[in-house]
């Protein structure tokens, strides 16, 4: 067997051997299909792929196994393999069926479940593939190796590393950190020369930046920095949820939209790594997601971004009003959104403001 383990465990033979035979034909190139036909099974498996160093990447249980609860099952899971994926097992025609969902919800909600993924039902089933999918990105994600990835390389992980770790979060561009001392860090380091001011990003066509700036970081992950026009219809202040579903409903209306946000896009719902009440997405999302999925739907409509300034000023001329960027910056428009959000308080101790990303974090979720 080679590659991270995806693991089905259910007690009835056939139902096992339909879903061995659909998750081999589809992920055996790059994943070791391990089934399991008793709780019992199970344990043992996941016991010896964690003393063999093995991963598992996805997990799905049914929702009882020979009268063992499917999540008690999962529950064995997390303790050996901290990012694996897991989901319960239910069969299509369970949907609706209030008892069913009322286990998903409980098991959802106590975080010993991550999804509920719909048995297969033909071969190929590519709904059942969909779900397979989006938990195998969710678990890439976690280990911080999806593709798009940013990697940070710096002498430690406070100071300026911290603050491009926060602006890559605030952009919604997945990423992960290295000491430069490392070997990926050494790896990064030859690409870029020994003289090269720290810290670094490694962008995923091996591009290299040297301790840039939030603005070139946004523009280098696809993020506009400058207005390429100075009036539109309607200009929205804040790129989180609000601020994207407005330019989304701006544009596709035909408005001229603009969004200008400080940061990146995504807002406070960027450091959220679950969201399970957004409607139309029963199995939840991250925030990261949420913030991409809306960023490129805005953008496929014709909005307008502008990141890493601040609306420092409004005032009315005529039949326009004029916003004032933190670079003097001015821009005309007939409508104004504003859509703000949260900030959150700080200590306001001026000498541990002065400590923030070097000792001292605000936190707000896992990270
Ligand atoms: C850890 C965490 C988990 C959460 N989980 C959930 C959840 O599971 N379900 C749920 O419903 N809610 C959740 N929330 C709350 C949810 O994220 C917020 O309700 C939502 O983000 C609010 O959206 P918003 O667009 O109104 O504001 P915000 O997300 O706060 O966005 C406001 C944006 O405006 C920008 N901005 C502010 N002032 C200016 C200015 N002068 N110039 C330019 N830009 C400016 C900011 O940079 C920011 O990007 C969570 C929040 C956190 C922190």
Request: with cysteine; hydrophobic share 45%.
């Amino acid at each position: 067997m080679i590659g991270p383990a995806i693991l089905a465990v259910d007690a009835d033979p056939d139902r096992l051997g339909e879903i061995e035979r659909e998750l081999t034909e589809r992920y055996a190139r790059s994943y070791s299909v391990a089934v399991a036909g008793s709780a019992d099974d199970a344990h043992r498996l996941l016991e010896q792929l964690a003393a063999d160093g093995r991963d598992v990447a996805i997990a799905l249980c049914a929702l009882d196994v020979g009268g063992v609860d499917g999540a008690d099952i999962l529950d064995g899971v997390r303790s050996r393999h901290r990012h694996a994926r897991r989901g319960l097992l239910v069969r299509w025609e369970s949907l609706g069926q209030r008892d069913v969902g009322e286990i998903i919800f409980q098991a959802m909600a106590a975080d010993r479940i991550d999804q509920f993924v719909f048995r297969p039902m033909v071969s190929p089933d590519e709904q059942f593939h969909s779900a397979v999918s989006s938990m195998l990105l969710d678990w890439a994600d976690a280990q911080r190796t999806a593709p798009n990835t940013v990697r940070i390389v710096g002498e430690s992980w406070t100071g300026r590393a911290h603050e491009l770790r926060e602006a890559l979060q605030s952009c919604a561009v997945p990423h992960d950190f290295c000491l430069v001392d490392s070997p990926n860090g050494r790896a990064t380091l030859e690409i870029a020369g020994a003289d090269a001011e720290l810290p670094l990003l490694q962008f995923p066509d091996g591009s290299i930046l040297q301790n840039p700036t939030n603005a070139e970081l946004a523009l280098a992950t696809g993020g506009p920095v400058c207005p390429e026009q100075l009036e539109f219809d309607v200009v929205v202040v804040g790129a989180g949820p609000a601020g994207l579903s407005a330019a989304v409903y701006g544009a596709s209306e035909g408005l001229g939209t603009l969004v200008v946000d400080r940061g990146g896009i995504g807002g406070q719902a960027t450091s959220s790594s679950l969201i399970r009440n957004y409607l139309g997405f029963p199995r939840g999302l991250s925030g990261r997601r949420l913030a991409q999925n809306a960023y490129h739907q805005a953008w496929v409509f014709g909005a307008d971004f502008t990141f890493m300034h601040t609306v420092t000023g409004i005032r009315r001329e005529g039949r326009f009003l004029v916003l004032t960027l933190d670079d003097g910056t001015e821009l005309r428009t007939v409508g104004v959104l504003l859509a703000m959000g949260a900030t959150y308080q700080r200590l306001g101790v001026p000498s541990i403001e002065a400590m923030v990303g070097a000792g001292v974090f605000y936190g707000s979720s896992t990270s």
